[in-house]
């Protein structure tokens, strides 16, 4: 059982190059979700997905797009990446509702934009 | 608005002292906490939640409404507890659950 799987797990970027990140979840979770995590900021939200086939912004969502492709699969693209985008991007999922409310969390993608 | 507060970045103790690490926070309605960790380079892992009132790793948190505290506690330290700790609310607008975290605290345990 993978749980969250991410990739790719490290990426260096020039400005102004796209890329997307992929996530992939195999707990059949409805929800799921983009943070970046930078020093002293913690994790803060790009974008989510409450369930297939909906997208919302979350608190930093400026230079992101993302794509719920299936239930499985949300990822996040990049369309001109920055410097100020160099960030670690961790996704997660979860069920819905109340009842549970902790997330799985992938491993991680370190990005570099140079 | 919500908001998590967590005003250490930085804490050290030695091994076998009390540890705690603050969380605050900020919430209209009935709140519902959660302590993350992540060991070095490695993925966040759900530590405890406030819900299931449970002990992991020695490690237990108790949710003040009056204080509007949760914050984390282990009485005896271990090396292996170094780590950064994470403080979440989850913020329920509507049908959509999402977690807000705090800012982190680096814990290191010193031998």
């Known amino acids: 059982n993978a749980g969250v799987t991410q990739t790719p797990k490290f990426q260096v970027l020039k400005t102004g190059q796209s890329m997307t990140l992929q996530c992939a979840q195999d707990?059949?979770?409805?929800?799921m979700y983009w943070y970046r995590q930078d020093p002293g900021m913690g994790l803060r939200l790009i974008y989510y997905?409450?369930?297939?086939?909906?997208?919302d912004k979350g608190e930093v969502p400026n230079g992101y797009n993302v794509s719920r492709l299936n239930k499985r699969e949300f990822s996040l693209r990049l369309e001109s990446a920055a410097p100020s985008q160099t960030s670690v991007y961790f996704c997660?999922?979860?069920?819905?509702?109340?009842?549970?409310?902790?997330?799985?969390f992938g491993s991680g993608t370190r990005l570099t934009v140079v | 608005a919500q908001r998590v507060t967590q005003p250490e970045k930085l804490l050290s103790v030695f091994k076998g002292a009390p540890v705690e690490l603050k969380c605050n926070y900020s919430y209209s309605g009935s709140p519902e906490l959660f302590w993350y960790v992540q060991y070095s380079r490695q993925r966040l892992q759900l530590l405890l939640r406030h819900i299931s009132r449970e002990s992991i790793k020695g490690f237990t948190a108790d949710l003040n409404k009056g204080e509007t505290s949760f914050h984390l506690k282990k009485p005896f330290a271990q090396e292996e507890d170094s780590a950064m700790y994470y403080c979440?609310?989850?913020?329920?607008?509507?049908?959509?659950?999402?977690?807000?975290f705090g800012k982190g605290t680096l814990l290191t345990v010193n031998p």
């Open positions: 707990m059949n979770h409805n929800s």
């Open positions: 997905s409450a369930s297939e086939g909906t997208t």
């Open positions: 979440a609310l989850l913020n329920s607008g509507g049908s959509n659950y999402k977690l807000t």
């Open positions: 997660a999922s979860s069920e819905r509702g109340r009842a549970t409310g902790g997330y799985t």
